[in-house]
């Protein structure tokens, strides 16, 4: 078969403009990058059709290091509700460089269900990375101007300053640096680092602002640290929104592009989800949802992380509201819950799926407390044997819930006309009634164990003393009424990675806090998670490479 490159540069792309008179956008709403990418300025927004509109989230199990395809089946079922007769749109986060240099990959789909130009939408697109990085930097090397200014001088003290610098690509190298050595004319040495581009709060500003007076008011309330007398300082404080907003004028619209098979298709925003909350912008999907009548989107890793903090974070601040769920499952996933190695993944084993379904059943479990009864896509692989399909086929049912076998990295739209259907029959059957797992405004620990026990499944919370003195500070400042954003591995329903299937009897270690006052969020970071990933020991870049005619080998 061919590769997901080679699909994708054979396909017979149309002229964005084509695109976007499919979804009634005359050519001069297009602000264009080419001839297959545009930006949609934020006018077409319209709340009375986004009122009308279906939203339907797409989510997963915990996945395997190499993912479940959320995205391929978020494509594909896009594809097969147009084929079904449905005005749709899919609307998906921006690919990382960090992974797609990496091991997971880039984020455009797979096979026959992809959004292209495939290359352009993994490399660097239309630039919205690139201005959240030169924003966030621009906050820090205003920081440190100040320190080493005498004259206009907030006094900030070099030791509590939280604001680290960014950069799209994974380096480990960075997460802790020493900055300012050299003399006093490069600035007052301090400790420092780096966190990866999406897992910055500039990012995560970006996906929830709803317009650009919004966004400079978020970036404004950036926290930086205190002063030596003990003043919160933020980054207002340094007259930096302004200037930060500027370089983000247009990153602050969506992009529109196009599937394999022409649909149009809009990919804004890219916050990770097991650091940051995981789905697009707030503004990308109001947009889909004026302009079609069914908006498939998706959240980032298992529904324990991407899709809980969609529902409980993005919904409260974009007053959004899901329709339906598809949980996402491989079977290759599901054997290695029930304790297959990463070398028998591809190899059958009834007895191994039957183990790992505890995982999936508690993920549907999950999707039910927030008002959802989920739809069960299987993702298909050659390797998946008829017995295994429908074992988890017949369990689904047993607990009301309607598995259907998804073929659109192999068929497109073609194969997943049936998970259309079944998508669309939940929706207008009308049962589906959401509602937030918590409400804001209650205390911090209850929000973070209602999480930890609900979801994760967990018997309780515990909090380093670190975590403790953060909290209080967090009391202080007065952000203790804001959602709580889990930084947990994907990896398991549990804080550790290797806890596969449905763990039990554990117990929630929180290590420390940060909070993004600008998103609006706090951040309980569990166990060893970090917020600058490292590359793998052989990186996809090894295999990546560009001829004399410009044509792109090896990226997937």
Known sequence: MLSDLEIAQAADIQHIKQIARKIDISEDHLMYYGKHKAKLPLELIDEEKIKKAKLILVSAI????????????????????????????????????????????????????????????????????????????????????????????????????????????????????????????????REDGFNITPASEVMAILCMSQNIEDLK???????????????????????????????????????????????????????????????????ATKMGLSLADYVVTEAGFGADLGAEKFM?????????????????????????????????????????????????????????????????????????????????????????????????????GEGTQELAQAVCDIIEGGTNQFKPLYEWSLPVEDKINRIATEIYGADGVEYSSTARTQLKMIKELGYDALPVCMAKTQKSLSDKETAVGRPKGFIVNVREFEFAAGAGFIIPILGDMMRMPGLPAVPASEHMDIDLNGKITGLS
């Open 62 to 189: 915990n996945p395997t290091p190499a993912g479940e395809g959320k995205t391929t089946v978020s494509i594909g079922l896009n594809e097969g509700l147009n084929k079904i007769g449905k005005k749709s749109l899919v609307v998906l986060r921006e690919p990382s460089l960090g992974p797609v240099f990496g091991i997971k990959g880039g984020a455009a789909g797979g096979g026959y269900s992809q959004v292209i130009p495939m290359e352009d939408i993994n490399l660097h697109f239309t630039g919205d990375f690139a201005a959240v990085e030169k924003a966030n930097n621009l906050l820090s090397a205003l920081i440190d101007n100040n320190l080493q200014n005498k004259q206009h001088n907030l006094n900030i003290d070099p030791r509590t300053i939280k604001w680290k610098r960014v950069m799209d690509m994974n380096d480990r190298a960075l997460r802790h640096i020493i900055i300012g050595i050299g003399g006093t004319a490069n600035g007052i040495p």
């Open 312 to 412: 409980d974070i993005k919904c409260g601040y974009g007053n959004l509201k899901p329709d339906a769920i598809v949980l996402v499952a491989t079977i290759r996933a599901l054997r290695h819950h029930g304790g297959a190695k990463k070398d028998e993944y591809n190899t059958p084993s009834i007895e191994k799926v039957i183990k790992g379904f505890a995982n999936l059943e508690k993920h549907m479990e999950n999707c039910k407390k927030f008002g959802l009864t989920p739809v069960v896509a299987l993702n298909h692989f050659p390797t998946d044997s008829a017995e295994e399909l429908e074992y988890v086929i017949t369990q689904c049912g047993k607990l009301g819930v309607k598995a259907v076998i998804s073929y659109g990295f192999a068929k497109g």
């Open 217 to 283: 008011t978020r970036l404004g309330n950036i926290f930086i640290g205190y002063t030596f007398d003990k003043k919160p300082i933020y980054a207002r404080d340094l007259k930096a929104e302004g200037a930060m907003a500027l370089l983000m004028k247009d990153a602050i619209k969506p992009n529109l592009v196009q599937t394999l098979e022409g649909n149009p298709a809009i990919l804004h925003g890219g916050p990770f989800a097991n650091i940051a909350q995981g789905t697009n912008t707030i503004l």
